[in-house]
C-alpha cells in the first residue's frame, strides 16, 4: 500500500549498446479513469535523494535490457502514514516500460529544449547517443516548469459520467503567446470519428520561474 501516491515517469534514451541517458522526469498523478489529464516536468516538490534513486532506477532497467530509442519508465511513489509526528522515508515501485513516445513527452521537450520525435528517428536511423549528444552529462538540466493539459471531445451525463462526444466542430481558436504551445489536429469544421481517442488538443505551458503556482496560471490562462 502506498499512501498518498504520485505517479512519476522517467524519460530515456537508449540506443541498442546498453549505453542509456534520462531526460528527467514528470509528474501525472492527475488522472481518470487511469487516463492521464494532467502532466508536469520536473515533477514538482520531489525530494532530490529520490529524484536521483529514480533516475537511477530507471536508467539500470534500461541498461539492463538495452533498451533502443525513447521510452518511459514509470513509477508509484507514496509517504508512509506518520506515526508520533514523523513519517519514515519514501516508499517506491516500479510499474511498467512504455517502450514509444507517450502523449505527455512534451512537457519534456519545453524543459530540455530537445525534438524527442527528432531523436527517436535519429536512433531509428542507427545513430549514437554519442553521434547525437546525449550522453548523460550532455544532456541539460530541467529549465523552469512546464504544464500540459489534454483538450478532450467530451460529453458529461446528468449522473456526472463522461463519455467521448461528436459532431462537427464549429469553432476552435487556440490560444498563443510567450511559453503556449498547442498540439492538435482540430479545425473549424472538423468532423469528429469514433474510431478514434477522443483527445483533441493539448495545451503546453512553460514557465521559466520553475514554481508550480506560476505554470498552473499560465495553463488556466490558456484553457
Known amino acids: 500500500l502506498l499512501v498518498r501516491a504520485r505517479h512519476v515517469e522517467v524519460q530515456i534514451v537508449g540506443d541498442g549498446s546498453g549505453r542509456v541517458s534520462h531526460l528527467w522526469e514528470r509528474e501525472c498523478t492527475i488522472q481518470r479513469q487511469h487516463q492521464k489529464l494532467v502532466e508536469i516536468a520536473p515533477a514538482p516538490g520531489l525530494d532530490p535523494a529520490l529524484r536521483e534513486k529514480l533516475l537511477l532506477a530507471a536508467t539500470r532497467l534500461a ?3 538495452r533498451y533502443s530509442s525513447v521510452g518511459t519508465f514509470e513509477f508509484l511513489v507514496g509517504m508512509p502514514p506518520s506515526r508520533g509526528g514523523t513519517t519514515g522515508p519514501a516508499r517506491w515501485a516500479f510499474i511498467e516500460a512504455n517502450p514509444r513516445l507517450q502523449v505527455e513527452h512534451t512537457v519534456t521537450e519545453e524543459v530540455t529544449g530537445l525534438d524527442l520525435v527528432r531523436i527517436q528517428l535519429e536512433l531509428a536511423m542507427g545513430r549514437s547517443l554519442a553521434d547525437l549528444g546525449l ?5 541539460p538540466p530541467p529549465r523552469g516548469m512546464a504544464m500540459q493539459v489534454r483538450i478532450n471531445l467530451e460529453t458529461i451525463t446528468p449522473e456526472g459520467d463522461v463519455r467521448p462526444g461528436g459532431g462537427t466542430i464549429s469553432t476552435f481558436e487556440m490560444p498563443s503567446g510567450p511559453g503556449v504551445r498547442v498540439d492538435t489536429f ?5 468532423r469528429t470519428s469514433p474510431r478514434f481517442d477522443s483527445l483533441l488538443a493539448k495545451i ?8 508550480l503556482a506560476d505554470v498552473a496560471a499560465k495553463a488556466h490562462r490558456a484553457l
Do not use: L, N, P
Not at 135 to 139: C, I, L, M, R
Not at 186 to 190: N, Q, S, T
Not at 204 to 211: D, F
Open 204 to 211: 503546453i505551458v512553460h514557465g521559466r520561474s520553475g514554481t
Open 63 to 65: 541498461a539492463a535490457v
Open 186 to 190: 482540430g479545425y473549424a469544421g472538423y
Open 135 to 139: 550522453g548523460q552529462k550532455d544532456v
